[in-house]
């Protein structure tokens, strides 16, 4: 059985990929309790310990309006630790696989048209600048698959689908931006994806790896009621009128598509995001 160190086990992507890979991998899990990813010492005491075949990092500074206010701390786990990660990773001849996200592209992309692996990155926010310098680190590793997913959801953390749900409550109506485009992505087609490219060992390199099809955040929401049989209606509003009524938020990116065209060339297809959310819902509402 191949070892795997999954370092952010208790994020919303961490725990459920750790609950996944237990079953066939023999895999040793950290959490921010028990490794702090910028302890170079640590992560390299941990890795030589358990010598993995794989080490996956889902930890992150993940607060994107925080990521402003707290801009060194956010550069730290998401940017300089992967240096320390991918020497570590080579250090124990290990392959790294890292996740990243749709904000290492400036969004500024016709909406028409969708962001592929090898297109420039500009990131404007601060998270997506970290990430970008934690990608760029992290590329440093001899073996490395660096996951480039958007819009996440899963059931062990808060996510926009938690929510739309919980607002639904107590309102007959929310008002959702309705000109950002991306790909809302669960968890567990995440996790299928990364378990996949455990499988294949595919060529290394980055891949972007969300649910298949695109939508805005407000059309989004208005499948999330549909789906979960709720009455509540969805005013949408642009992000230039959300940024008036929320002036500290970050910029979000207006295009955030992500072709999944080189995913597809490894033989990887995920669900279509309407799909993975109604098997996400079943659970939810249980
Ligand atoms: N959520 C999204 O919409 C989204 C979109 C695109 C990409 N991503 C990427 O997907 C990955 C997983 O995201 P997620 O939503 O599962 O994140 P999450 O739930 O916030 O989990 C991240 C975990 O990392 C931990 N952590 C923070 N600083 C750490 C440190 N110094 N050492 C060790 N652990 C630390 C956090 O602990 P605390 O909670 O105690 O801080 C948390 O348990 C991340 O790389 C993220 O950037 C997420």
Known sequence: MKKVLLIGSDGMLGGELKERLNKIYDVSDTTIQTL???DENAVMKKAEEVKPYFIINCAAFTNVDGCETNFDLANKVNGLALENIAKVANSVDATLIHI???????GDLDVQKVYTEDMSTAPVTAYGKTKLLGEQNAAKAH???ILRTAWLYGLGGK???KTMLKLSEGRDEVTVVCDQHGSPTSTTTLCKIIEQIMEKEPEYG????TNEGFTTWADFAEKIYEFAGKKTRVKHITS???KKMFPQSSDRPK???LSKEKLHGIGIYPEKFEDALKEYLKEELK
Do not use: A
């Open 36 to 38: 702090d990813i910028c």
């Open 100 to 106: 990243s996200t749709d904000y290492v592209f400036p």
């Open 143 to 145: 073996k490395y698959y």
């Open 159 to 161: 996510n926009f689908v």
């Open 206 to 209: 980055i891949y972007h790896s």
């Open 240 to 242: 230039d009128e959300y």
């Open 255 to 257: 295009n955030s598509k």
